[in-house]
């Protein structure tokens, strides 16, 4: 199977959105719909037709591991500056699928605990089991993020720590789990309407912060470390994928997309049955 | 306010539904649909409309926890026999609202690391954070269900457990968690249907278990189990209520309706910002 299972792409954002050899964030247009030819509306209704198509996947995939403990794992890990559109990911694309089949982690500024541990340590713990979709909003990536933007840790620690989510990650793969590491890119005027919206309507102020601006303030950094990450972390097995998300139906079609391309390698099969039918279907009318 | 806030109910479930002196189970028509007049075709359009209204106060809830870390939370407590639609409700009802605002717990059979604490160490570990709604799909009832029916403990510590679960459900109400503790009903017919439905389909062989129908052999000592859970942890902070699942759609919109009920008694709010609105405007603008 290919990924345009739906045909609605001329061309596959599993392509188009994946970053290569010579990569520059900065060449990016966030406002753009690379491989999608209509609007919003158009864009909506195929969202929900895609939603259908990730629900069975997953049911398959989740039913599969039934029979085979080792079987795939799917992990979305979605990275962003503050208003990019991470819950709005979380609500409308995995928020479509059964709950019974995802695992959903928030990260946090780390406890006391956990940085008393190597930065990866919390994160082995969130992976996903065989079957699941798990996702992560925020990851190891702020540790060579904000990590190094705000100096959070000595300079050899932040280089260490490239090649260590290189391991890390490939590890993953070895044993089945298929990452699918996406950042949502907006750009500074988008962030400033939408931190304004949220500043205006009073059931929106929870999701504001202060420090929402002071990280703004470090916009250039912060890309430069994205630039960063891109080129040492983004590999054949476990790429990255910049999505354009000035346009929220975008991104969320692009990332339903993104998963379901994954989901189609992984082309999961309902199990086999681990009994004997025939006798089961005595036993039951028996009963 | 009232449970009743789309008015499509005739008797609030959360009386009709609700376990209090002199309940016996085996007087429950599991094909019955106490306080709802109408059928399937406009149970699906009310639970739809349900949807709308549950994800609106799920996300104040889990704002409302942002200002305050000892904000409510709401558990939900899901028991039935096989088959009986436990995770329907979790698809249909919680997967209805946003994934950031749930905490799904599906306790299997006890670990050897789970076994060697007390049957509360594993429960304590998945009660919801402040502003969450959490799932048990099964829970520590199993420790005196299963727990009592094939005696995996000696009798006296399946006695001691019914105080101990109340105990331990007194400090999670105490703390601001309010428990929906809900059995879906279904009868031994209906489950003969829907293992049979399973071993039919060879998409829904992964569900079935054989070992489901050496569970079904033993009803009766279940319902009884279960009747004697009833009177022993049916209390006024934390009541049972034991819900007709027949019929699917019907199961459904009542727990629908419990968690609408539990959700509007905490009339959760928009929390108040907790930073100076003119001056963070003003901040964002010299941005």
């Given at each position: 199977m290919t990924s345009t299972s739906l045909n609605v792409w001329t061309a596959d954002p599993a392509q188009t959105l994946r970053v290569g050899d010579g990569f520059r964030l900065a060449d990016v247009d966030t406002r753009a719909t690379p491989g999608?030819?209509?609007?919003k509306h158009r864009g909506s209704a195929d969202l929900a037709r895609g939603a259908d198509v990730l629900d069975g996947l997953q049911e398959r995939l989740h039913a599969s591991s039934r029979e085979d403990p080792e079987a795939p794992a799917v992990l979305l890990v979605l990275q962003a500056m503050d208003t990019a559109g991470k819950g709005g990911i979380v609500r409308h694309v995995i928020g479509a699928t059964d709950p019974q089949g995802i695992m959903l982690h928030a990260f946090k500024k780390p406890t006391d605990e956990e940085l008393a541990?190597?930065?990866?340590w919390r994160v082995e713990k969130q992976t996903p089991r065989a079957g699941f979709i798990g996702v992560f909003d925020r990851s190891h990536y702020e540790d060579v993020l904000i990590g190094r933007v705000r100096q959070l840790a000595p300079a050899d620690e932040i280089e260490r720590r490239y090649g260590a989510i290189n391991d890390f990650e490939a590890r993953l793969t070895d044993t089945g789990v298929h990452l699918v590491k996406v950042m949502l890119h907006i750009s500074p005027d988008e962030q400033k309407a939408r931190l304004g919206e949220r500043l205006d309507r009073p059931d929106k102020?929870?999701?504001?912060?202060?420090g929402d601006i002071d990280e703004r303030m470090l916009w250039p950094a912060y890309m430069d470390a994205y630039q960063t990450v891109f080129e040492r972390t983004s590999t054949v097995a476990a790429p990255w994928f910049v999505v354009p998300a000035d346009r929220k139906w975008y991104a969320r079609l692009a990332v339903q997309e993104l998963l379901l391309d994954a989901l189609e390698r992984i082309d999961p099969h309902w199990p086999r049955a681990m009994f004997d039918v025939a006798a089961e279907k005595i036993r039951l009318a028996a009963s």
């Open positions: 999608y030819g209509h609007g541990h190597d930065f990866l102020h929870w999701k504001y912060n202060p």
